[in-house]
Each structure stands twice: as C-alpha cells, then as structure tokens.
C-alpha cells in the first residue's frame, strides 16, 4: 500500500541517489519487464480495450521512493479527471522501476497518447512522467514519432532526454536535484 502524502519536501539521501545498478537488480528489472508485458496482455484480452501505464521516470537505481509516489498521485489525479467514466481497471503495483499504475481505458490509443502526451508537457510535474498507450493486438506501445511529436527534451537541457540519458550527459545527482526542486516549488505553490 502506497504511504499518504505528507506536506513535508521530500529529498533523497545523497547515500541512496549514488547507488550501482547490481547484477541481481538488473535481472529484477528483466524479469519484470516480461511480467509487465504479461499483464498488458492479460488486460486486454480480459477487457478488449488500450492499457496506459504511468510511471515516474526518476534517474538512477532507487526509483520506489517518496518523490515518485508523489509524481504518479497527482498525475494520476489528472489521469483520473481527464479520462473520468472511460477508465474501467486501475492497478497500482510497486516495480523495479517504479510505482506503476496500469489502467484499461475506453477509447482510440492514439486519441489517448494524444491526452497523455497534453498531460506530460502541460502539467508541471508531467515532464516526470512516462505515460505509455498500448492497443489491443499490437506489440508495442504507441509512440510520440508516430503521431508526429518531437521526442522529450531532457530536464536540464533542451537535447532528447534518450540522447542525454544513453549518454549520461548529465550526473544523476543534478537531475535528481533539479526534480527535487520542482517538486518543492509545485508543493509550495499547491498546499
């Protein structure tokens, strides 16, 4: 079960934001990576409808933390708000990369990354978020490319946050950092 949300600033301890990635948790990742797949596939073809998931696309190995629990409660607000009667399943688990909410939603996939890609360049803790679109009958998840969006800048620079991160321009701790500010600054602003 999730923590409730504290009005305390959350920031992680220098100790747990340098952390290496382990052998053991890369395979944990790996093995979660085809459990989730499972269970999109389980969820569409129990409800024949796109599956979205939403998670916090924090930098470094710790990503179960406060500050992700946060981002993915007040985006899913807005999931929630926007898509409202369309939602039919909501599933909140705790993964190797994340808190992760998967929900079934009524509807076109490219109409709903549509909704999710306003959400993560208007919303101000959206640049946080990866909010995925997977259609019924299709391998993979539909892209920002093929509905003719620019990839996502990077937090810290106006580059592709993919180029950025495959080249680990940017040290873990500024990004980190720059998270940890915008999240006190969006806490100030919304208490």
Same mark, same amino acid.
């Given at each position: ?30 093995? !979660?990576? +085809? =459990? ?5 596939? &389980? ?5 024949? @409808?796109?599956?979205?998931? %939403? ?47 998967? !929900?079934? +939603? =009524? ?5 709903? &990354? ?5 959400? @993560?360049?208007?919303?101000? %803790? ?57 999240? &006190? ?7």
């Amino acid at each position: 079960m999730e923590n409730q949300r504290t009005k305390e600033n959350v920031i992680m301890p220098e100790s747990q934001v340098l952390k290496k990635m382990t052998k053991e948790k890369y395979e944990e990742l790996l093995n !979660y990576r +085809v =459990k989730k797949c499972q269970t999109i596939v &389980k969820l569409h073809s129990l409800h024949r @409808e796109p599956v979205m998931t %939403l998670r916090a696309n924090y930098p470094g190995t710790l990503k179960n933390n406060e500050l992700t629990r946060l981002i993915n409660e007040e985006i899913s607000k807005t999931l929630v708000e926007t898509f409202q009667k369309k939602i039919l399943v909501e599933e909140k688990f705790d993964t190797p990369e994340g808190p992760t909410i998967f !929900y079934v +939603v =009524k509807g076109d996939a490219r109409t709903l &990354k549509e909704n999710a890609i306003f959400i @993560e360049q208007h919303h101000e %803790l959206g640049r946080f978020v990866d909010i995925d679109v997977y259609d019924v009958d299709e391998e993979y998840a539909v892209t920002r490319l093929e509905l003719a969006y620019e990839p996502r800048k990077c937090f810290l620079c106006d580059e592709p946050a993919k180029e950025c991160s495959r080249n680990k321009v940017h040290d873990v701790k500024d990004l980190i950092a720059f998270m940890e500010e915008s999240i &006190k600054a969006y806490q100030t602003r919304n208490r």
